[in-house]
């Protein structure tokens, strides 16, 4: 008797020995799972070549004990049966899974005949009797069940962890079987805001409750002009759906110490900590950020309710004296904060001085006026939401200058559990097109584990049908592209453009992400 299983491969360390039409098919079901893939062969079919070359590590060499050292699973696939039962034999030695492509009976598993419907897997276990019919099942299968499927069971899946962070044990079976018996193209075409909506009904109807949000609420914000004048949008558009807002002014911690680098302060998410507080002791019930500053990861007991239309999401060059970046003469001193911005202005011009700057855009803007600087770099939403401007103000464009993930758009924070002030703010705020860009990014920094001093820049938008992500780490840079459906695909691209990025760092032989302590801090610039 078998016991059919699924191994997460994502990043990890696969090797397969053999380099003809079989391992070539096992190679394929392993890129398609993430796998990292150590080839170990002499010789290659020319359709491994193409993929050695853009995705595949390749030693062409005859096996080796040493060939599967760091494995988490090995393929025996070579044309020569002792040598793959040696391979068997030293893996299964080493404690680590092994597969003979060549023999179902010999080796610790086989690779069932499978296919992929979205995040969903049919596995076919035919005991390798009937190799043929188990591919016909699976067409079959396929065309029965259809790609709606596979979008639903996504939804799903991000519905259950939803649950768990809202509802008792005792209440979630109801819920998830209640959104499981819904029709399979309403859940297919349903975001991530969508399925959380219907958890709020699905609840709200459960627990008899004709609970309303009150119409006032309080919301915390940044001292700063630039953010009152953010809060200030978001509770405009509220106030349209008869909600009115009173703001809490917060000075944070990167506000009170403006005049030193964010890295000298020896914190993360300096501009974002103190508001969360506010949410958390009740003070407030929701908080605006600009998207930029937000960490990739929040903490269990809040979310994201709502991103805003994004504005410019360009960063500029600002000078009183000279009309461009290239007019700048050598030695010329520019003012950022960011190490963003600092690598690949570096890459641009090496022959430039560059200064850390603090403050907010007014104070960044007299500084530039009173010739502290020659100029400086800031991003365009600021300017552009406070009607700002210095003599000489150009935009970079998006594939010279890569923004920062998230740049231009705003969003409102509210506690996980308040189902219902997430919804209003969803309805009167969010733009799915923002959301879709802003969630490839965010999958995208993520993966990278990019951080407050990661010189790393991601911008995603959409070109006709496609959405299109940039990305920058330091001097490296890469682009993607695919036709998207919702959340879940956009945050695939992301991890895909993260993954390239890193592929291309390590092939130039380049640095981590991570800048040095030093090096002032991402994400945190105006």
Known sequence: MSLPISLNMFGRLAVIVGGGAIALRKLHSLLEAGADVRIIAPHAVPEMQ??????????????????????????????????????????????????????????DAIMLASAK??????????????????????QDAQAMLGDAYGRAARVLGHARTYVKLVLSLDERTDVLRTLSNLPIEQLAAMNTIEIEHEV???????????????????CASRSSSLAL?????????????????????????????????????????????????ALRDKRADYAVHSCKDLPTKLPTDMHIAAISVREDPRDAYCSERYATFLDLPAGARVGTSSPRRLAQLTALRGDLRYEEIRGN???????????????????????????????YTVPFEVDVLVPATGQGALVAETRTEDMILTQELYDALNDTETEMCVHCERAALRALRGGCRSPVGIHAYFNGTNLVALGSLGAVRAQVEAAIEGPYDAEALGQ??????????????????????GAPAERRET
């Not at 080796?64 to 030293?90: C, K, Q, Y």
């Not at 703001?247 to 302060?265: E, H, K, M």
């Open 117 to 138: 419907i979205g995040d969903v897997t049919i596995a076919i276990d035919s005991g390798g009797s009937t190799p043929a019919f188990a591919k016909r099942m699976l």
């Open 200 to 218: 709020e009904g699905i609840i709200a109807r459960q627990r008899g409750s004709g609970k309303h949000y009150p119409r006032a609420v309080i």
């Open 229 to 277: 004048t953010q809060t200030r949008t978001v509770a405009a558009q509220l106030a349209q759906r008869g909600i009115a807002t009173t703001i809490l002014q917060i000075t944070t911690t990167g506000d009170r110490f403006n005049d030193r680098p964010i890295a000298a302060l020896g914190t993360e998410n300096v501009f974002v900590k103190e508001l969360e507080f």
């Open 50 to 107: 193409a993929l050695i070359k853009e995705q595949v590590t390749y030693r062409e060499k005859t096996y080796e004990r040493e060939d599967i050292d760091g494995a988490f699973l090995v393929i025996a696939a070579t044309n020569n049966g002792s040598v793959n039962a040696r391979i068997v034999a030293d893996a299964q030695k080493a404690g680590t899974i092994v597969i003979d492509a060549t023999d179902g009976d010999r080796g």
């Open 361 to 391: 855009v007014d104070t960044r803007l007299h500084k530039l006026h009173e010739g502290e600087y020659d100029a400086v770099v800031l991003a365009m939403a600021g300017l552009n939401r406070l009607h700002a401007h210095a003599k």
């Open 496 to 517: 895909r453009l993260a993954l390239e990025l890193e592929h291309r760092r390590d092939a130039q032989g380049g640095a981590p992400a991570e800048a040095s302590s």
